[in-house]
Nanobody
């Protein structure tokens, strides 16, 4: 199982960014997938998840600003981030839980700063 994240970078406060994660090695369409983030010195926390049937869930801190989506044909999960704030600065990880194991992408840094 491999997860390849991309799309992080530097963006100004109030701006937008989209991160992507290509998943291989599993039947992607059957699995819940999601995005987590990690602040320096903190534990990884969930940002958003999406089930195989497209049901989404968001942390309170990003609800209304971030949108998770998936393209099963491309085996890719996306996180569109709008109205970004400096406190969104973190390393973002894509995730899938498969056969009782957690699998993570390599992490992509999102920096929100002027």
């Amino acid at each position: 199982v491999q997860l390849q994240a991309s799309g992080g970078g530097l963006v100004q406060p109030g701006g937008s960014l989209r991160v992507s994660c290509a998943v291989s090695g599993i039947n992607f369409r059957l699995n819940t997938t999601g995005w987590y983030r990690q602040f320096p010195g903190k534990q990884r926390e969930v940002v958003a998840t999406i089930t195989s049937s497209g049901i989404t869930s968001y942390s309170d801190s990003v609800k209304g600003r971030f949108t998770i989506s998936r393209d099963n044909a491309r085996r890719t999960v996306y996180l569109a981030m709008d109205v970004l704030k400096p406190e969104d600065t973190a390393v973002y990880y894509c995730h899938v839980f498969f056969r009782e194991r957690n699998y993570w992408g390599q992490g992509t840094l999102v920096t929100v700063s002027s």
